[in-house]
């Protein structure tokens, strides 16, 4: 039963980096890590859960935020060392997946030697984390 968990290839903390890309437009809207429990607990529930190195703990994504992503479809690299996930970002406020108030994580670029921020803030961060 957890041989698909067993084709993984964890690095050396047991971690998979997991890329959560919205199903709709096809942004990539972050980047984040999977223990073997958290990619377990996502196949399960259909929302993302991913693991926390700085808390040391999973972290099922909207627990603070209200922003949960619903879980379509778990791919694999072909090297199986990097998993992609088909979300529908949604909750309080759909479509923000960062904790900044926007869209994507990925929302500056790099442009005449600096990083420039260049999509906008849907919500005051101050008002999604209590």
């Not at 972050?30 to 040391?56: C, D, I, P």
Request: net charge negative; proline share 4%; charged share 25%.
């Amino acid at each position: 039963m957890s041989a698909w968990l067993d084709a993984v290839k964890w690095d050396a903390q047991g971690l998979v980096p997991v890329i959560a890309q919205e199903q709709g437009s096809k942004d990539v809207l972050m980047f984040a890590w999977m223990n073997r429990e958290a990619l377990a607990k996502t196949a399960e529930l259909g929302r993302a859960v991913y693991f926390s190195r700085s808390r040391g703990k999973l972290w099922f994504k909207g627990e603070e935020s209200g922003h949960v992503q619903t879980v379509h479809e778990i791919r694999i690299d072909c090297d199986n060392d990097v998993v992609l996930l088909s979300v529908t970002q949604t909750g309080h406020e759909p479509g923000i997946a960062c904790h900044t108030g926007r869209h994507s994580c990925f929302y500056s670029v790099f442009k005449d030697g600096v990083w420039t921020p260049v999509d906008p803030v849907l919500k005051d961060p101050a008002s999604i984390y209590k």
